[in-house]
Every structure is written in structure tokens, then in C-alpha cells.
């Protein structure tokens, strides 16, 4: 996850007016209800993180119908609002708003990175959203400055199995694509240490 700078906007920004003015913006951007947020550029940590758990993951399901998209996909929510995850995973066919084939309406699982500087509300009501997509089984919020990945498993709509993993030997069971994947490899070359610095350094 990017850590955003909010701005109020005029209405509710919604997929169906948005993308035309997204694809030709120089910055994206993340939606919520009410506001609209201009996404920063992920630093390096993030991007280790997310091309680690891509890497590690592209390997184990070449044999599965899949595709894995890595810092770019949009991916629409309820309500038609929009998002950026930083990893993105379907299963079966993905389905898009359009002929575009840049607006995700079906993901199965959503990978989001983050530092202790994002606002504690704002990843609140992201993750509130992702939950609420009927399509995706399992959601990911892994912290880029910290050893942390929080694990969302869906069991029904109205059920979810929440999980923490936060020692390098830990591994984690994607059940909706079957396979695993560890702390270590997904913060394979992370110094944590520096990246705890930086998100000091960005408040």
C-alpha cells in the first residue's frame, strides 16, 4: 500500500467516470468513499516485498490458471470505487470494466504494503472494502517496516480467518490458489532496519 496524500474531492469518484481521467493522469490514484487519495511512489522496500511475493508465487502456480499482477492493476470495489493493490492474483478468467483491460473486477487475492506511516482509518476502510468484494478469497497487509503480515482467509461471506505471521521461519497457505509461501521469502533482501527509518523519516 502507498501511503496516500488525502484530498477532498467534489461527489464520489466511481469507476464509471473515473478511468478516463486516471489513464491520462500522471499520478493514480486510490478511492474512498468520499475522498480521493494521489498514491506515491512505492520505495524500494515496497517494491522488494511485492516483486518477492510475486516471484515466489509465480513459480508455484504456473500449473494453476492464474496471473499475477505486480504495483499497477487497478482493481474495482464495491460501489464501483477503485484501488491499487500491490500484488493481485485471479484465478480462472480475469473479467475487466472494459475493452481497456486496466480496471480488475475479479480479483482472488489482494496483497497490500505498508509502513507505520499510513493513516490507521484509512487502511481500515481499504481492507473493509477488499472483504467486502465477493470475488476475492484472501487478503494480505504486509508491512514494510516490520517483519508483519497479517493474513485475511474468507470461509464465508460472513466469515473470516485472521492470522499474523511474524518470524522469518513462518509460512503462509494460500488455500485459494494452493500453495505456500514464507516470511523469508517475502522479505528476502529487506533491511528492515533501514526501511524503519525511512517510514520515520516520511512523518
Request: charged share 25%; net charge neutral; hydrophobic share 40%.
Amino acid at each position: 500500500m502507498n501511503e496516500p496524500v488525502l484530498n477532498q474531492t467534489a461527489g464520489k469518484p466511481t469507476a464509471d467516470k473515473f478511468p478516463a481521467n486516471e489513464r491520462a493522469a500522471p499520478a493514480r490514484q486510490d478511492l474512498s468513499n468520499t475522498r480521493s487519495a494521489a498514491r506515491q511512489g512505492s520505495n524500494r522496500w515496497h517494491n522488494l516485498i511485492s516483486t518477492n511475493a510475486a516471484v515466489a508465487l509465480g513459480s508455484r502456480i504456473q500449473g494453476n490458471r492464474a496471473e499475477i499482477y505486480v504495483n499497477g492493476m487497478c482493481v474495482q470495489l464495491r460501489n464501483n470505487l477503485l484501488s491499487y493493490p500491490n500484488v493481485v492474483i485471479v484465478t480462472g478468467e480475469p473479467a475487466f470494466t472494459d475493452s481497456n483491460v486496466d480496471v480488475l473486477k475479479n480479483p482472488t487475492i489482494v496483497m497490500e504494503v505498508f509502513s507505520s506511516a499510513v493513516d490507521s482509518a484509512e487502511k481500515s476502510q481499504k481492507l473493509e472494502s477488499y472483504l467486502a468484494l465477493e470475488s476475492i478469497k484472501e487478503c494480505f497487509q504486509i508491512k514494510a517496516d516490520e517483519m508483519r503480515v497479517e493474513h485475511f482467509s474468507k470461509q464465508n461471506p460472513k466469515q473470516w480467518i485472521y492470522r499474523i505471521y511474524n518470524e522469518r521461519e513462518d509460512v503462509i497457505s494460500l488455500e485459494s490458489i494452493g500453495v505456500k509461501l514464507s516470511l523469508a521469502e517475502i522479505y528476502a533482501q529487506v533491511n528492515i532496519r533501514q526501511a524503519e527509518l525511512s517510514s520515520k523519516a516520511a512523518n
